[in-house]
């Protein structure tokens, strides 16, 4: 039984290591993404001079900042866990709660995490072309978390 738990250990482990290395590869591509949407294209396309951005842009500029903060904490948070193996296995059983995993799953984790990627970065882009697209894609973005979060509150209710 023992052994059982080690390789879940060491599955978990490397599960946390591969979403260090794609927190990693996601915040090099936010900065790279900054770099370009602010300093290389704007000699290229005028509409993206930084002069002419209005305030919802440098706003978005600032969403970048802080998912950029979260994804080094949430790098550092695992790296902590990877070195203690006590609070790795406390966390390894939360997070495989199977009652937990149910209700994410009916409330469409998967899906919703993806749209609401895809929004997150079509709503930035958008900043940097026409406001207006940028709060339809904005309130698009909030009506899916909130659809999201009243599925996840009634299925845990349910269950």
Not at 49 to 57: L, V
Not at 83 to 88: E, P
Request: aromatic share 12%; hydrophobic share 55%.
């Amino acid at each position: 039984m023992k052994g059982m738990s080690d390789a879940k250990a060491a599955d978990y482990r490397a599960r946390l290591r591969r979403q260090n290395g794609i927190l990693w590869a996601l915040l090099a591509l936010s900065v790279v993404y900054i770099l370009l949407m602010s300093e290389f294209l704007p000699r290229v396309i005028e509409v993206l001079d930084s002069r002419t951005w209005t305030q919802d842009m440098l706003s978005m500029q600032k969403v970048l900042f802080i998912w950029q903060g979260y994804a080094i904490w949430r790098i550092v948070h695992n790296r902590n866990l990877i070195r203690d193996a006590l609070r790795m296995r406390d966390d390894m059983v939360k997070s495989e709660d199977e009652r937990i995993a149910a209700i994410k799953g009916m409330a469409g984790r998967r899906f919703a995490f993806i749209l609401c990627v895809l929004l997150s970065i079509a709503a930035i882009t958008a900043t940097f072309i026409d406001v207006v697209i940028f709060y339809t894609l904005y309130v698009t973005l909030l009506c899916a978390l909130a659809l999201w979060g009243i599925l996840y509150l009634y299925y845990r209710r349910k269950l």
